[in-house]
């Protein structure tokens, strides 16, 4: 964790009343903001907090999902607790979602990614990450638009899964969905991010923080 944070749970003090989407307001437990290390050089980015995330209030925990993400992140040496943990503890990674509320009943309309999108913005930002890791369809199609030259029905998660996107300002590494990722697909992306992406020294440009 960046050795001047305090917390790892929304750590940008982002509004946990948000009252920007009506009929999320009514189904929501939680705002669920992004979670993690604001020095990362890496961020995860989901579509939308599932029910264990909704109840704990931390993005991609709670289960089999949450753990599997987990898992990879302990693999890769973001994370030092346990895969099932609700508060993970995590270094150089960062965990959060296009939107930040769920609807137990359908995924996230247009006009809520949008809505949410200064969330996101704002984290994008001020992390100032090297790579970003869109999980899932929705994520990469969002994610697309803003920093790649591609449109974004052209992407494929799962013919882009662990493979390296040249973006604007930065790489995209995309995830299948955590809920029918198999275990090939998984040990896939742990090797092209053990082998593709940290053998190059992402350290050497974000000296700004210590670890």
């Known amino acids: 964790m960046d050795a001047h944070q ?24 939680n705002v669920v903001h992004g979670y993690g290390d604001v020095g990362a050089e890496f ?42 943990a609700l508060e993970p503890e995590l270094q150089n990674a960062f965990l959060t979602y296009l939107t930040r509320c769920r609807h137990p009943e359908r ?33 990469l199609e969002e994610l697309a638009v803003e920093y790649t030259t591609r449109r974004p029905d052209s992407f494929d998660v799962d013919d ?4 390296t996107i040249r973006g604007r300002g930065f790489e995209l590494v995309p995830m299948v969905e955590l809920d029918r990722q198999t275990d090939a697909q998984t040990e896939a992306f742990v090797e092209h991010m053990r082998e593709n992406v940290f053998s190059r020294d992402y350290r050497q440009t974000k000296g700004r923080r210590s670890r």
Do not use: K, W
Request: charged share 25%; with cysteine; hydrophobic share 35%.
């Open 160 to 163: 882009e899964h662990a493979t």
């Open 6 to 29: 305090h917390t790892l749970e929304n750590p940008f003090s982002m509004d946990e009343e948000c009252t920007n989407c009506d009929a999320l307001c009514e189904t929501r437990s």
């Open 43 to 84: 961020v995860f980015v989901g579509e939308m907090p599932n029910d264990a995330a909704d109840d704990a209030g931390v993005p991609f925990v709670g289960d089999d999902a949450g753990e599997r993400l987990q898992s990879i992140l302990g693999d890769l040496g973001f994370a030092r607790s346990d895969p099932d």
């Open 107 to 139: 995924p996230p309309t247009d006009e809520e990614v949008v809505t949410c999108e200064p969330y996101l913005n704002a984290e994008i930002r001020m992390i100032n990450p090297q790579l970003i890791v869109p999980v899932g369809q929705r994520a």
